[in-house]
């Protein structure tokens, strides 16, 4: 079956500490996105990448990195210069930026700060 | 620029009764639109779309939406709600400039038996 996986499903991180977060997609998409969620303010675009080797900043890239060296993969690094990291981390993907652009999610990462 | 408005954070209906979700958009082009289901601590599953063609749009579990130009709408309805309806609902319009989702806040449903 054709998805997005993310991994780990939780993720817990000490103060000061990079943590990276694991999203594959076998839908031969074009695109992926990274969002992340917080209790109340919807989805909140990171960084997005539209091919392999090329990706922008989206609203609240302060703090995250990321890398596409693969169309299947989209890794997201949360670097401890990001102050406030607890949070739902989501990962989407579409078949182009030429289509409507519907998004398909993998489950999502919780990452808490310990 | 682009923007959602989802009216109500949460809404509450009994078990059986009528759902119905808002969500206003603006945009300067013939908008595609979306509504999204999120169940806890899941990812979202599209529920349906609008791009071109009928108006009225059918998705899964029951749910439709209708594109309404003139009133800038594209509301959620449900004729009779079920428990397992309980969920968050987001509204999300495409900006074609950029081939971003615009979203909205979001609003949870909740359904009382």
């Known amino acids: 079956d054709g998805g997005i996986t993310q991994s780990p499903k939780y993720l817990f991180r000490k103060e000061g500490q990079n943590v990276t977060l694991s999203c594959e997609q076998n839908l031969n998409h074009d695109a992926m996105y990274w969002y992340r969620q917080d209790p109340g303010q919807g989805l909140r675009l990171i960084y997005y990448s539209q091919i392999v080797n090329d990706f922008q900043k989206g609203d609240i890239a302060e703090g995250y990195s990321v890398s596409r060296e693969k169309k299947e993969s989209f890794p997201l690094t949360v670097t401890s210069a990001q102050k406030n990291p607890t949070a739902f981390y989501l990962c989407?993907?579409?078949?182009?930026?030429?289509?409507?652009?519907?998004?398909?999610f993998g489950p999502g990462t919780r990452l808490t700060v310990l | 620029a682009q923007s959602v408005t989802q009216l109500g954070s949460h809404v509450s209906v009994s078990e059986g009764a009528l759902v119905l979700l808002r969500c206003n958009y603006s945009s300067s082009v013939p908008p595609y639109l979306f509504w999204y289901v999120q169940y806890p601590n899941q990812g979202l599953q599209l529920l349906l779309k609008?791009?071109?063609?009928a108006t009225l749009v059918k998705g899964i579990n029951g749910f439709e939406a209708e594109f309404k130009k003139s009133e800038t709408s594209f509301h959620l309805t449900k004729p009779s709600a079920h428990m397992s309806d309980a969920a968050e609902y987001f509204c999300?319009?495409?900006?074609?400039?950029?081939?971003?989702?615009?979203w909205g806040a979001g609003t949870k449903l909740i359904i009382k038996p």
């Open positions: 999300a319009v495409s900006d074609r400039s950029n081939y971003q989702l615009i």
């Open positions: 609008y791009t071109t063609g």
């Open positions: 989407a993907s579409t078949i182009s930026l030429d289509s409507y652009n519907e998004q398909f």
